[in-house]
């Protein structure tokens, strides 16, 4: 049990539409990261969030933004979805205290037809 | 930034032999490296990590080296059994304060009954 929940666990949208994921972390974690992980690969980070900031980025164009909540909870957007980004998008989180043990959440796949 | 290389890319084990799993980093300031394994349709699940400060980490079956010089470490995985089958994927945290991490291409671990 790593304390990290993610909906939906799975859903469809069409290419041009706009998605929006949920994660709920355990108290206490004030980091927040998101990873794309496409089939066969390992996951990719997105963007990472620290006390509703946004600290740090990937190789992910504007039209994937995140937020992140007092409550521990945040969430992914992605805006004008292409087919490639069909994917498993992972959240994961920690205390934000450095180096510390990164857990995930069982994630969200999601397909663009 | 961060590239981390994993070998094998496949790996079959008779049931009761040892599996080694082998990853190489490039960026000399990473410190915390975390071994997941990952089940399929499932979230990444965190089995074992190690911290640049530390050379060797056990946890009854599975243990984990660290060599800094050489920029390499390894998950080692005794006595192995049918529900160690899965994907592991190796990573690597590029800076202290980060959170980012940086995944090996994974490894698929079969064991032989």
């Known amino acids: 049990e790593t304390g990290v929940t993610q909906s939906p666990t799975h859903l469809i949208k069409t290419r041009g539409q706009q998605v929006t994921l949920r994660c709920s972390s355990q108290?206490?974690?004030?980091?927040v990261s998101w990873y794309q992980q496409a089939l066969g690969q390992g996951p990719q980070f997105i963007f990472q969030y620290y006390r509703e900031e946004e600290n740090g980025r990937g190789n992910f164009p504007p039209r994937f933004s995140g937020l992140q909540f007092p409550n521990y909870s945040s969430e992914l957007n992605v805006n004008a979805l292409e087919l490639d980004d069909s994917a498993l998008y992972l959240c994961a989180s920690s205390t934000g205290a450095g180096g510390n043990t990164i857990y995930f959440g069982e994630g969200s796949w999601l397909t663009v037809v | 930034g961060e590239n981390v290389e994993q070998h094998p890319s496949t790996l079959s084990v008779q049931e009761g032999d040892s599996a080694v799993i082998k990853c190489t980093y490039s960026d000399s300031a990473s410190n915390y490296f975390p071994w997941y394994k990952q089940e399929l349709g499932k979230g990444p699940q965190l089995i074992i990590d190690i911290r640049s400060n530390v050379g060797e980490k056990k946890d009854q079956r599975i243990a984990v080296t660290l060599n800094k010089t050489a920029k390499h470490f390894s998950l080692h995985i005794t006595e192995t059994q049918p529900e160690d089958s899965a994907v592991y994927f190796c990573?690597?945290?590029?800076?202290?304060?980060?959170?980012?991490?940086?995944f090996g291409t994974g490894t698929r671990l079969t064991i032989i009954p």
């Open positions: 108290s206490g974690h004030n980091t």
């Open positions: 990573a690597a945290s590029e800076r202290f304060g980060n959170e980012k991490l940086t």
